[in-house]
């Protein structure tokens, strides 16, 4: 394997990459799981999820990655939709780690990518236009088929379900399984799974990043990439992407925040710095900082 594809770490020290995010004219936010993770939200913590769904841990599951994609039984899939939703996307209360971003933004120019469905962003601050989630959102829900480009809301399906839910089984009652308000076919959360995701309705957030990357592009603006937790599960939607936008946009540095994979390129490592550990952190010293 060449040095290019296996990567190298970014030239800038922290500190010059701190210091590139304080100056920045323009920010965008990219972000993959890592980043809920520090927040909180890790598909990984064992301790939680024994907390949540002691149904599941006495039948040999020890972490909700494993649950995403499982083949559950109807009522049990919705059992643990219920609980896994309500915790991590239904939630009010804010949560300090975005709200520390947020205050990092300022009143700069900002926008925000991100492969995660849980809407942190824009419910600590961040504007829903200056946001784009391709891979769907926990608080709707679709025809499985599908037989409509329609999606509604989740919060009554996830509501009633939970309502219902046995805590001993972790399944909801039959009447509680949810049926599309179409066909009254199987019905999925709204996040994608397969060739019957529906994403239309997050098509115009898509058009509205292309349109402040061309911006950047055009401008003589200083703007920081400033990337969290984006690893190789999906590193289409946010990594690569962000990989070529340091390349393309004249005045980019790219702040790569990632515990497991800092690395980056070759070709733009001279613009790029690697910080490797908890994203946590790294806000928490990039606030102290001043940046915003």
């Known amino acids: 394997m060449s040095r290019h594809q296996q ?68 009522r049990n899939q919705w059992g643990f939709w219920a609980v896994h939703v309500t915790d991590i996307r239904l939630g009010a209360e804010p949560n300090p780690l975005y709200q520390s971003l947020r205050a990092i933004a300022g009143d ?63 399944a909801t009652s039959a009447e509680a399984v949810p049926a599309c308000p179409r066909c009254g076919g199987e019905v999925y959360l709204n996040v994608n799974g397969g060739r019957w995701y529906v994403n239309d309705h997050f098509m115009p957030g898509l058009e509205r990043l292309r349109d402040w990357l061309g911006e950047c592009i055009e401008s003589d603006a200083r703007v920081a990439l400033l990337e969290f937790g984006a690893g190789f599960n999906t590193p289409s939607v946010v990594r690569w992407p962000v990989e070529q936008l340091a390349e393309q946009i004249p005045g980019a540095t790219l702040i790569r925040v990632n515990a497991d994979h800092p690395e980056v390129p070759a070709r733009i490592a001279a613009r790029s710095a690697s910080v490797s550990g908890d994203a946590a952190e790294f806000i928490a010293r990039a606030a102290a900082g001043g940046v915003a």
Request: glycine content about 8%.
């Open 7 to 74: 990567g190298v770490r970014g030239e800038l020290a922290e500190a010059a990459a701190l210091e590139a995010l304080r100056t920045a004219d323009r920010v965008l936010f990219a972000a993959g799981a890592g980043l809920s993770a520090a927040a909180g939200y890790d598909y990984a913590d064992r301790k939680r999820f024994a907390e949540l769904f002691p149904a599941l841990r006495r039948a040999g599951f020890e972490a909700r990655y494993q649950m995403i994609g499982y083949p559950l039984p109807p």
């Open 108 to 170: 700069r120019d900002h926008f925000v990518t991100t492969s995660n469905v849980d809407c942190l962003f824009t419910r600590n601050g961040f504007d829903a236009d200056r946001a784009y989630t391709p891979q769907g959102d926990y608080a709707l829900y679709q025809c499985l088929t599908p037989c409509t480009r329609e999606v509604w809301d989740a919060r009554p399906i996830i509501e009633r379900a939970l309502a219902e839910l046995d805590v001993e089984t972790g």
